[in-house]
């Protein structure tokens, strides 16, 4: 790609009012390249800035910064300082938008409920309060296990502002899944639902969540949301109905001052062996950096509305709630999915709902792309003015549908990577430069990010490992009770560097773009290849609609790629498309690179964040076993990898 291909440009005086614009007028930075430099180069005075100019609320300032005795993978950010998360969320805003809407949330079926920040404040009081009296204290973890309803938001506020740690998990989670993260988390309590709706089909959760803790001794309390009114079984002592606990219970409760680096949730990665990984993330770090990020990437700002596709169990649940909340905005929540009961779910929840900030996934993009673009245009989208994407690598085709035909042209994609254990973004586009389709204008301020080559120096103009070189607010204070994994995934490489694992590339025009895992590589007869590659080759072929590239043992080439692709509605399997698509694939990237053989599957196994799970679908094409499957969100996907022919 040149300057040429460029998709979208700031309009100069949109632009000069964002808060990104205004942050660099107000420090004297004349480009983003400025600030970039700066933010890296001198930390402390950095990260002292944003906190001042997001107007955080601390009970006790800091004596620094930022305390690196410990090393480079040991940081303590704002030591000496005590501060409450969920008071940066709610109780700042009480004065000015105590009457404003602060979560808006719509069920499947439809129903809306809307909770004020005044509102949502005494909500929180009251299930603190309850929490408190069942002797859940400072320190101790409490499992929320609940659909995406804005009893999610009064939970996990409830839980921080007691200075209790939250570990959330996946509505869709197995009884396995569920009972592994509460285990590993010593959950004292477990915050549920009696069940909820998906696709018409009612989700049991308190029966998923009996069965969990069967294995979760350490689980005193389970607190119920009634939200359907299915029968549930009931353990005497231990259960109790959220409405029963809080009835009687105080609409006020102070938040309890803790330390900046207090955990706040325990949020558990799938790893490629082994037991999940549960990363912590703390008031301070967690807090400031989703804020950031919120604020300075998508130019967030108090009466915004965002509504992100996601769910609790996904960073990006917890970030949805936290960011929006500490900027003043409203959170927008769906139980649903986005083609149910009809294609244009998605947009009539922006329509009606007057949505400002969109949240979508490439993969949620290409599943409503067959359904055509009639039901866009039946609702009034034109609140919208930022549209965010993380998840995975686009393609080409689906990048420009969302951007013509939800954005108008007029409406930038904020395209967004980083991780949970970043409590956020390293690369991300920014609403004052001009954007590539599928790109990155680069590394996020505060943010020291390189891509390396293999001698670990840094490249421009080839794939080379995403690393960081310094430390930021909101890197994950090590693994649950594992320091040792912690510092083998991502510092045992090059001695003080964050090793990612993502592929990145830099173009000529300084435009960084990701091309999947590292751990995904694939090695052809010495040429190393990102699997996204060859898919986003293949799904630029009119009849694939999805696909997955992974690479298994060759005698001669070290690896072959192996491909399965999805297909568009019209087009059916056979040897002569098959043909085709290696020709495809093999004249875009070289004969060298021309896949062995292509599949033809029912879907992809994927995650809920909607990942491709290639290294499931390479266990399973190769017959070996999968690994941790708990963050599977389809188990029909490893069957149509089963069944491709």
Request: proline share 6%; charged share 20%.
């Amino acid at each position: 790609m040149s300057l040429s291909d460029v998709i979208w440009r700031p309009d100069p005086e949109v632009a000069s009012r964002t808060r990104i614009a205004r942050f660099m007028r107000a420090h004297g930075l004349a480009a983003i390249e400025d600030l970039q430099r700066r933010s890296v180069g001198d930390l402390e005075w950095y990260w002292d800035a944003v906190v001042r100019d997001l107007g955080w609320v601390w009970t006790a300032p800091y004596e620094r910064v930022a305390d690196l005795s410990r090393g480079i993978e040991w940081p303590r950010w704002f030591p000496g300082a005590r501060m409450n998360l969920s008071a940066n969320c709610v109780d700042k805003h009480l004065g000015a938008r105590g009457g404003e809407p602060a979560v808006i949330s719509e069920a499947e079926t439809g129903e809306v409920r809307t909770l004020t920040y005044t509102e949502l404040a005494a909500e929180v009081a009251r299930l603190a309060n309850a929490l408190a009296r069942l002797g859940v204290g400072k320190g101790d973890t409490v499992g929320v296990f609940l659909p995406m309803c804005q009893e999610a938001v009064i939970a996990v506020l409830a839980c921080s502002r007691i200075g209790a740690i939250y570990a959330p998990c996946f509505s869709g989670f197995g009884a396995q899944a569920v009972a592994t993260r509460l285990a590993s988390a010593e959950a004292v309590a477990l915050i549920t639902a009696d069940a909820f709706s998906r696709r018409g089909n009612q989700i049991a959760m308190k029966q998923t969540a009996d069965e969990a803790l069967r294995e979760c001794p350490t689980v005193r309390h389970v607190i119920v949301h009634r939200r359907t009114g299915a029968p549930v079984s009931w353990t005497a002592g231990r259960d109790i109905w959220w409405h029963d606990a809080v009835a009687n219970e105080s609409g006020e409760r102070e938040p309890l001052a803790v330390e900046a680096d207090h955990p706040c949730l325990i949020i558990y990665t799938s790893g490629t062996t082994g037991a999940p990984k549960g990363t912590v993330l703390t008031h301070g770090g967690f807090g400031v950096k989703n804020a950031h990020d919120w604020a300075y990437l998508f130019d967030m700002d108090a009466g915004a509305r965002m509504f992100w596709v996601t769910d609790l169990g996904w960073l990006m649940g917890p970030m949805l709630i936290t960011g929006t909340l500490a900027m003043g905005g409203t959170v927008v929540l769906f139980e649903g999915t986005p083609d149910y009961p009809k294609p244009d779910r998605l947009w009539q929840i922006c329509g009606r709902h007057r949505v400002t900030h969109l949240g979508i996934s490439p993969t949620a993009v290409r599943a409503l792309m067959p359904y055509g673009t009639d039901w866009i245009a039946a609702h009034d989208l034109s609140a919208l003015r930022i549209i965010g994407s993380t998840g995975e690598p686009w393609n080409p085709e689906p990048y420009r549908w969302l951007f013509e035909n939800v954005g108008k042209g007029r409406v930038p994609i904020i395209n967004y990577t980083g991780g949970t254990e970043i409590s956020g973004g390293i690369l991300s586009c920014f609403p004052i430069c001009p954007i590539k389709p599928c790109s990155f204008n680069g590394p996020i301020p505060g943010m020291a990010a390189e891509c390396f080559d293999d001698d670990g120096k840094p490249v421009r103009g080839q794939v080379g490992e995403l690393v960081v070189t310094r430390p930021w607010p909101g890197m994950t204070a090590g693994f649950w009770k594992d320091s040792e994994r912690y510092l083998e995934t991502y510092w045992s490489r090059w001695p003080g560097v964050w090793v990612h694992g993502d592929w990145a590339y830099v173009d000529e025009d300084g435009y960084w773009f990701i091309h999947g895992r590292s751990d995904d590589t694939l090695k052809i007869a010495g040429k190393r290849v990102g699997p996204a590659e060859i898919e986003s080759i293949l799904v630029g072929h009119p009849a694939v609609n999805e696909a997955a590239a992974i690479g298994v043992p060759h005698e001669v080439k070290g690896e072959a790629v192996i491909c399965f692709a999805v297909l568009r509605p019209g087009f059916q399997p056979s040897d002569e498309l098959r043909g085709q698509l290696q020709e495809h694939v093999s004249h875009a990237m070289g004969k060298a690179i021309r896949p062995d053989r292509v599949l033809f599957a029912r879907g992809l196994p994927k995650t809920r964040s909607a990942k491709i799970m290639r290294r499931v679908i390479r266990a399973t094409y190769l017959g070996r076993e999968a690994g941790d499957l708990s963050s599977l969100d389809n188990p029909s996907g490893i069957r149509a990898i089963t069944d491709a022919t």
